[in-house]
């Protein structure tokens, strides 16, 4: 288990914004271009060359990505990035409703790499990079599970069966989802009592600064629990 695995940062819940916002993620900047930018890139690539890379199916009839998000099958078009899903009852597509997903996505098959990790799983700040960003990702993503979950496992739970996640041996509570094929993340919650308030964690298979820079990661944690919110509205 990380040492860093009962850490939570005190940051402030106040602060308005995701992630994306405030790291710029949209911005015009050497790391960090806007959609349109992305969209071209998406345009220019070789789409068999993503297949291969990634390993993920290519169909060149439909001129379609076959790709898995959060537990959901998705279809993406080559070369207008238009997304559809494959019917689950998942009730809610992520891929389809949140921009900063859609942003992880098409970096993810610019820029990703096929690749699995050793079964470790690392904090945030044990990433290579793990200095950059932490405070933002402290606040938006671990302070924001805490707050959102920590005093209502139950509906957590419900959540977390809705869209098939596993459970995992850590925390009061804890499940792992797949973003992406063979990128795994844990959520794990302690739950609050009357001397303590409810504090969390987020860990990443240790493969991801393959394919992931330290913004994709901050971003990603805001995207997958603002999916868990709209899901859970879902289930009721």
């Known amino acids: ?46 789409p068999k060359e993503i ?34 899903h494959k019917e689950d009852k998942k009730g809610f597509y992520p891929l389809e409703e949140m921009v900063y997903a859609r942003i992880l996505t098409i970096r993810f098959l610019l820029g990703g790499m096929k690749s699995h990790g050793t079964g470790k799983m690392k904090t945030y700040r044990e990433m290579p990079w793990g200095e950059v960003y932490l405070r933002q990702f402290d606040g938006r993503c671990i302070k924001r599970l805490a707050f959102s979950y920590g005093n209502r496992l139950k509906a957590f739970k419900a959540v977390m069966e809705h869209i098939q996640a596993v459970p995992v041996n850590h925390g009061d509570l804890a499940y792992e989802i797949e973003i992406y094929p063979d990128y795994q993340v844990q959520m794990i919650l ?47």
């Open 51 to 84: 297949s291969s890379r990634l390993s993920i199916p290519y169909d060149e009839a439909e001129k379609s990505f076959e790709l898995p998000f959060l537990g959901s099958v998705y279809y993406i078009s080559w070369p207008d990035f238009h997304v559809t």
């Open 190 to 236: 302690w739950e609050g009592d009357d001397e303590f308030p409810p504090s969390s964690q987020i860990l990443f298979s240790d493969n991801f600064p393959v394919s992931f820079q330290a913004e994709d990661m901050a971003v990603m944690g805001d995207v997958i629990i603002g999916a868990l919110k709209a899901f859970g509205k879902v289930t009721g």
């Open 1 to 46: 288990m990380s040492s860093d695995l009962n850490e939570v940062k005190s940051v402030s819940l106040s602060e308005e914004g995701s992630v994306g916002d405030r790291l710029g993620y949209e911005k015009d900047s050497k790391e960090r271009m806007p959609w349109e930018h992305y969209l071209e890139e998406f345009r220019k690539a070789d």
